[in-house]
């Protein structure tokens, strides 16, 4: 069993929308349509949205040029936007199986909830749900081939290594590895520094030296090396801090999609040195305007998630496309 890297096919994209906050203040749905926009013709899209909110969202599609028929709306929403906090974590099974990894993330009001939710998604796939006991987070581990880069404080504690013990004996084909998350980051994920983009290969942002947050990345970066995998830096970025923002913005928060990467733009001339890296490793390099998003210590990968292509059932994809037909009716 192995949990699968997100550089792999993908067959499906989610996407939340909820308008309190998130949107109302940082309009991150425009965000979501320009990912939609970006990716509609390679992946089936699916939106979260409340019945009380379509009429609004189908709206704000229409101002930003995008054909309500671009994606399935389900209207058995989280109401919450940043999905990668709580969503199953996918993998297979020896024989290619799917499976999700299923928890409750104790950080987030209302996680039991989050966790039915999350159990609903997997059984509308059609795929088995793994459930961890313990408090977990999607964004807290990284994954390419058979290394695991886990958040450390994860793993701290009796339940930290009750969490390695469970992902050690349930996916023995891939190694565990302890790493500190980015130093000044409040989410406390990953994805705010760390990038799989290709087998073998990590993008992992680069601060000036002797800097809290460079020395806080050092350690993943001497763990990829050991392993045999490359690094590659990308720029880092200057917190921002005003008034209740207080955010580490970031090109490592990126989704990658059947060979194209989205990676957030901020309008600063280091975007333009992240595409050419992406391009430089295969890649259809696609910026999207990131500047409201990561106000709310969030990005790209932390309000999207994909689904492998090879864990998606038939039966599926048939009433997936049973499901927008019956939406567009």
């Known amino acids: ?142 994954v390419n081939e058979d290394l695991c880069l886990i958040a450390e404080d994860m793993t701290d504690g009796d339940s930290g290594l009750r969490r390695l013990k469970f992902l050690r004996k349930n996916f023995p084909a891939q190694i565990f590895v302890p790493v500190p998350t980015l130093k000044g980051d409040s989410t406390r994920d990953l994805d705010m520094y760390l990038w799989s983009i290709k087998p073998g290969i990590w993008l992992v942002s680069q601060y000036p030296e002797n800097t809290p947050q460079e ?29 209740d923002v207080n955010t580490m913005p970031n090109y490592a928060n990126g989704v990658l999609i059947n060979g194209c990467a989205l990676y957030p733009s901020y309008c600063q001339p280091e975007d333009e040195i992240v595409g050419e890296i992406l391009k430089a490793n295969g890649l259809e390099a696609i910026p999207i305007d990131c500047r409201n998003v990561i106000l709310t210590q969030s990005g790209l990968h932390c309000i999207s998630k994909t689904v492998p292509r090879q864990i998606l059932s038939d039966n599926h994809c048939m009433n997936q496309t049973q499901g927008l037909n019956e939406e567009l009716r």
């Not at 699968?4 to 096919?9: G, S």
């Not at 671009?70 to 936007?81: C, K, Q, V, W, Y």
């Not at 806080?216 to 005003?242: C, F, M, N, T, W």
């Open 215 to 243: 020395q806080s990345v050092r350690p993943a970066i001497q763990r990829i090396k050991e392993h045999g995998h490359e690094v590659i830096r990308i720029p880092g970025l200057d917190r921002i801090a005003y008034d």
């Open 1 to 142: 069993m192995r949990i699968i890297p997100e550089y792999e096919p993908v067959g499906k994209l989610y996407l939340s929308f909820y308008q309190n906050f998130f949107h109302t203040r940082f309009k991150y749905g425009n965000t979501i349509c320009r990912i939609v926009e970006a990716v509609a013709d390679r992946v089936s899209v699916e939106v979260f949205v409340t019945n009380d909110e379509t009429e609004f969202f189908l709206d704000l599609l229409e101002q930003n040029d995008i054909k309500p028929d671009a994606i399935l709306l389900n209207h058995d929403s989280p109401e919450r936007g940043i999905i990668q906090d709580y969503f199953p974590i996918f993998g297979e099974c020896e024989h290619g199986e799917g499976l999700g990894l299923l928890f409750s993330n104790e950080r987030l009001k209302g996680s039991d909830r989050l966790r039915r939710f999350s159990a609903r998604v997997l059984n509308s796939l059609g795929i088995t749900a793994l459930a961890m006991n313990d408090s977990f987070g999607t964004a807290v581990i990284s």
